[in-house]
């Protein structure tokens, strides 16, 4: 054997070494990252009533609020200002769970403990972006005309749609969110 071939051969089987290196960190680059591997547990024990609380979840803010008895009142005397769901005197979940990013661009929600809006004759409690001005009950309702022109009509917040019941009070939101349906389960 010459030395050209010797050379020809160690620059290939170099070549092939670092095509494979390179193929093994492409293929482990399309797994899932660590961020959606953990499911997150919520233990809505801990939560107190009327509370919301921010978790992160998939690189992605989450609330979760509980509801209280004041605030079921409220959530019932708001309904012609919001998109729906409505609700009634036994039909309001214990807690909601919901991304708290705006529906219209993506913005981080802040809480509004109290905003007296013109058209409620009683205080809006909940979220508004501040970046575009929409307002948002702590179940996710988009409240009209709040912040917002008339013709301001945005999406209800996005709920967490996939989650089990790990025991009587804790939540555990799967470790690949999926496209469902939103789960609700009484079980308080």
């Known amino acids: 054997m010459n030395k050209r071939k010797v050379l020809a051969w160690c620059v290939g089987g170099l070549v092939c070494i670092g095509l494979l290196f390179s193929l093994y960190s492409f293929v482990e680059s399309l797994g899932p990252s ?11 024990g801990e939560i107190p009533r009327g509370t919301l609380r921010v978790f992160d979840y998939a690189g992605r803010p989450v609330a979760v609020y ?9 959530l019932i005397a708001n309904n012609k200002l919001t998109n729906g769901p ?15 990013q705006s529906t219209y661009r993506g ?48 999406e ?19 470790s690949k969110p999926r496209n469902d349906h939103w789960i609700y389960t009484q079980r308080w």
């Open 156 to 174: 209800n917040l996005e709920s967490i749609k996939d989650y089990y019941w790990k025991d009587d009070n804790t939540l555990r939101l799967r």
């Open 66 to 74: 509980r509801s209280s008895e004041q605030y079921v009142k409220e």
């Open 34 to 44: 660590a961020v959606t591997e953990e499911p997150l547990e919520i233990n809505l």
């Open 86 to 100: 409505f609700y009634k005197e036994g039909t309001v979940p214990p807690f909601f769970i919901y991304y708290l």
């Open 107 to 154: 913005c981080y929600l802040y809480e509004s403990k109290e905003y007296v809006g013109f058209k409620s004759n009683v205080p809006l409690q909940g979220l508004f972006d501040p970046c575009h001005m929409g307002f948002w009950d702590y179940s996710g309702r988009f409240i009209r005309e709040v912040n917002s022109s008339k013709e301001a009509n945005l």
